[in-house]
């Protein structure tokens, strides 16, 4: 078992995305999903070596390893105890496929060492730039480098010979979901040398409801009617509105010469690129989501 190290901070330790769907593990650790989560980290001080001997096993068969499926890789606190560029070694020697998915332009710094393991294993690319609102993303988003910053580091990637995905995940409905909104991100994607895109809606995971619903009522006290009709039963959209968010979503990816993704309509997920299924004859526009929706219940609601 690895060592482990307690990080806390009270300046943005981490991300303290309000939507992040892994604030519930911190309950694992003996943490709250909610101010803990925001600001505590538990680190895992030796986990290169303890990888190693992982990797060393004779029954390890070289599966692909997904970094930064729960828990950002790159966050700050990654500045201070530089754990990444032992597990890239660790990995890339035993010749194991791996894969990140950041939000943290702390990758730049590793790029030349994944260049590098690229010769020993494959090495795949993503970064997390969901929201293009300069200020709406640093509400909902406190911790994280800001948009720019995340697109400059998809530059430095592609220039560095990386095919670069970009996951526009969440999409937020009634927030960025506007076909200007879209628009406009997909233009700063492609713009900044990504290759694909993936996208997939909000989903709300107890846990994740109710501090995105605090948020809510925060900031966006009028829209929180409208989510009340879409989260108020479980924890993803409804099926008529993410057929209605990919009917307007994939032409725009097409039309600005991205390749995608697309989630799964039955269940919100995104599928792998393997099994995706296009199900566009079968989405429709629908008038109750998007800038023609309802005006929103004037109850007042805790939770969805």
Not at 72 to 100: F, K, N, W
Not at 168 to 173: D, F, G
Not at 267 to 293: K, L, M
Request: hydrophobic letters at 40%.
């Amino acid at each position: 078992m690895a060592t482990r190290a307690r990080a806390q901070s009270d300046d943005k330790s981490h991300h303290a995305c309000v939507y992040c769907f892994a604030r519930p593990s911190h309950r694992y650790l003996e943490l709250d999903a909610g101010v803990d989560f925001d600001r505590q980290i538990i680190v895992k001080i030796n986990v290169a070596d303890a990888l190693r001997k992982d990797l060393a096993r004779p029954s390890w068969s070289r599966e692909h390893v997904a970094l930064g499926t729960n828990t950002d890789p790159y966050q700050r606190a990654e500045g201070r105890y530089r754990l990444m560029p032992g597990i890239i070694r660790a990995l890339a020697d035993s010749g194991t496929p791996l894969s990140i998915l950041t939000k943290g332009s702390l990758l730049r710094r590793d790029l030349p060492l994944l260049a590098e393991a690229r010769k020993q294993a494959p090495v795949d690319l993503a970064l997390s730039i969901a929201i293009a609102d300069d200020e709406l993303q640093q509400a909902i988003e406190p911790g994280t480098p800001t948009t720019q910053a995340r697109l400059a580091t998809v530059t430095a990637a592609a220039e560095a010979g990386f095919d670069v995905a970009v996951f526009m995940m969440p999409i937020l409905p009634f927030l960025t979901d506007s076909e200007e909104h879209l628009d406009a991100a997909l233009g700063r994607i492609k713009a900044a040398g990504a290759t694909s895109v993936t996208y997939t809606a909000l989903h709300l995971r107890p846990g994740v409801k109710e501090w995105y619903a605090q948020w809510l009522h925060a900031h966006r006290p009028d829209l929180v009617g409208r989510y009340r009709d879409l989260y108020g039963d479980g924890a993803y959209a409804p099926k008529e509105y993410r057929r209605w968010l990919a009917a307007r979503i994939k032409p725009l990816i097409a039309a600005h010469g991205l390749e995608r993704t697309p989630e799964d309509p039955n269940t919100g997920t995104v599928a792998s690129r393997a099994n995706a299924r296009d199900d566009e004859g079968e989405w429709r526009r629908t008038r109750a989501y998007g800038d023609d929706a309802p005006a929103p219940r004037a109850e007042p609601l805790t939770l969805f």
